[in-house]
Each structure stands twice: as structure tokens, then as C-alpha cells.
């Protein structure tokens, strides 16, 4: 299946579900425009709502022919646009933002959004992990009635327009189709996505120009990232991409059950995501971190201890593990890479290992292969109307600022949340400069 980002096309049709209704360049842009938002993911396309519905004329600029190829992405996987748990414990997913980002989330969070996207045509629905969808599970028909509610707002989109940081003198530098061009904005919205999956737009190539500004940036680390183990050659060749389904991975006091997927470097999946920051910084302090994995977790340790001592006569183990455990496939597998031999003789160790066995991972996968990313722009860097306070007039939203959160819903929301919030800010800030 072809990707967003695949192509340099933005013809209607030709890349089917992926294709958003066309946003065409409109040619030269002007050399000064009121508002500028740089970014037209879904954090930018918050902001440029927020912006429009404020009375401001919006020019949204994206370095794609296309916008929103991540949030595209997403739809592929059903986009699971926010979670239904209480706003409480969803803002608790934020873990050292969930302060910062409460009043945002009070502001526009989970119920608000559902209420946005049924504005637009969009129901939603409830999955039965408490996650939720739109009922057709796809994001490109809610873009499309997006970008025409935002052109029907007069928002006006160039597409094919990177910017390349600031002029000596001041203004945006943009590379255009038509050459580079540089703009006057009286307030600016960056939303530039962070720094996974590069290859849809969002590369961080911000990072230099906002540093040599003196903005405070945390360091972009892979977040919702699978990780390195060194698998044998022998088990990752059989098993690279089998899923260990209804297992429990267990991190400190941190236990959650789920699915993880075996790759040919270590593990991803959901289950493996929801322990990545933790894992991640495991890694950065200690040079490894060790999970342990219940292959098991419906059953009690006495009863695999019941099972694995019947007697077994001729059968070989695995047939053993495979009749009285149902234990056959890729966590059998995952058992004869990770278990000693010896252990492997004897029924209480074997059970030991089977509800905890110790998976030791020595690296994140690459940003570019996270679903999202960590670091980013500080909130110490900006003012409560998310400002930079060393650039007046620049206000930043989405993926890259220093915020980071699990899969579930909580970083569109969290994207669009502080899209509006930027947008808000934003309209303020050209209010009161007025005259
Ligand atoms: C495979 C995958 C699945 C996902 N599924 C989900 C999900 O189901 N639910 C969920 O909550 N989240 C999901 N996410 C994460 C979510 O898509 C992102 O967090 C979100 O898109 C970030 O929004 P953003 O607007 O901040 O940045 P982005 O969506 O990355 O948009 C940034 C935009 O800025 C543009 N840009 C960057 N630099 C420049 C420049 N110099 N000049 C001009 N334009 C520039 C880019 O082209 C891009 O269009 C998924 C991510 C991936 C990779």
C-alpha cells in the first residue's frame, strides 16, 4: 500500500483513502501576511481554525504538497482520534506536562473533541479498550470536511512552501515553487510536527533556527518506539513479526497486558510503546533496561507450576508446554531464546521464566520509526498564550513542543488541544497590538 509521503503527488484520487481533497498553491505569495501558521498537520489546522474563527485572516504554509500526511497515517491504523476514560486520569497521561497541559485539556479535551468531529460530519465511537474512533475508522473523509470548513473560513494554503528559518532583517524565509520569498507576518503559529517519520514533512529542521534564537529546546527523543534486543539469528528469522498476543509486560511496579510484536532487531507494538519513555530513559541512564514478560498472565504461578510437573513420559518439552499450556509458536520460541538450559529442565524455574521472563532491550529504535517524539520546545520558553517570549509574535503548537504521551488517543489530542490554544493566543496577541 502506498503511504502519505510515498509521492510528490497531490492529485485527487490517485493515492485513494490517502488522498485529502486538493490544496493547491496559489501562486506567488505575498510578501506580508497577517497571520502565518507554518504546518498544516493537525495541531496547525487547530491553530488556523481558532485563528479564522477569531476574525483573522489565516495563510496556512506547508513544505508538502499535501496536508496532514501524518494525521493520514494515523487514519490507517483506524485513528484513534482520543480515549473515553475521565479527563482526570487522561490528563494523568501527560506525565510531567499533565500539569501544563491540564487547563488546555479542561479547555478542549476529550469530549470537546468528539464534539468537534461530529461538528464536521464526523460520529465517533467507543472501542472496547476505552479508546475511540470514527465510526469509518479513517481520517481522510474527516480532513477533507476540515479543509473545507477552513476554506470556506477564508483560510488560504500554500502548499510546496518550506520555511528555512528567519531573514538577518527579520521576516520568514520560504523556499516556494516560484523561488524563495520572504514574508512578513504580524504573528506567526509554528506547528512543525516533531521528528518521526521525517519522510511526511515533519523533520525537525526547525531545531537549529529556534536554538540560535535562544529558545529553550529539550533534546527530540523517540517516543512510542520499539527496541533493540539482539535476537539470535535463529528466532528472529523464524519469528521476525509475529505477534505475542494476551501477554503482560511488567516494568518495576508498572505491570500492563496487551500485544507486543517480535521484529528482526527486538520488539514494538502497543504494549512495548506504552513502556517506551520509561524503557528509553532506562537506556539513557544504565545502558539497557530489562522488562519482564508474563506469557501467561490469565494463569497463576501454582497452576504453571501444577501443569509443567505432570508427568510428561516420552513427549518432548515442547509438546509438553504445547498440550498442558498452550504455550506453542512464537512464546515457545521466545522461551528457548531467553531461558537457560538448565532452567529449562527444571518445572519450577520453567515457570519462573514463563510469568516473568526478562527481556533485556539495549536501544530505542531510530526517531524516524517512533510514532511520535519526546523534547521539543519548552514550556518555560513560552507564555500562557503559548508565545516564545524571546520571539515576540511566535507562537508554537503540537508534536514539537516538550511534551509526551502514550498511544490512545492522547497525542492528537493533545496536537489539536495546544493548536487552539496557540490559535487563542495568538488572536489575543494581534488584538492587543492593534493601532
Ligand atoms: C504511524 C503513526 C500512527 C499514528 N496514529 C495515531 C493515532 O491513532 N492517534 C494519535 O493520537 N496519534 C497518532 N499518531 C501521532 C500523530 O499523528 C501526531 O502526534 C500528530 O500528527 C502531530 O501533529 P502536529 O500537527 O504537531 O505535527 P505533524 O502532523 O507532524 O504536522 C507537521 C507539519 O509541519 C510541516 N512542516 C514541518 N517542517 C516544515 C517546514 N520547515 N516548513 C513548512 N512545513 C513544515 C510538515 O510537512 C507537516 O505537515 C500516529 C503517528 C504515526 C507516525
Sequence with gaps: MSKPGDDDDDTPGTRGELTPQPVRAVGAVASAVPVAVIGAGPAGLMAAETLAAAGQEVHVFDAMPSVGRKFLLAGIGGLNLTHSETLSVFQQRYGGRSAALAPLLNDFGPQALREWAAGLGVETFVGSTGRVFPHDMKAAPLLRAWLHRLRGQGVVFHMRHRWTGWAAEGGLMLSTPLGQVTLQARATVLALGGASWPRLGSDAAWWPWLEARGVALAPLRPS???????????????????????????????????EAVVTATGVEGSLVYAASAALRDNIHEHGSATFRLDLLPGRDLAWVQRELAHPRGPRSLSTHLKTRLKLDGVKAGLLWEVVPRTAQADPAQLAAFIKALPITVTAPRPIAEAISSAGGVGFDAMDSGFMLSRLPGVFCAGEMLDWEAPTGGYLLTACMATGRAAGQGAAAWLDNSKG
Aim: glycine fraction near 14%.
Design 224 to 258: 512510542n518506539c520499539g527496541f533493540d534486543v539482539g535476537w539470535s539469528e535463529h528466532f528472529s528469522s523464524r519469528f521476525a513479526g509475529h505477534p505475542l498476543k494476551n501477554v503482560a509486560l511488567q516494568l518495576g511496579a508498572w505491570q500492563q497486558a496487551g
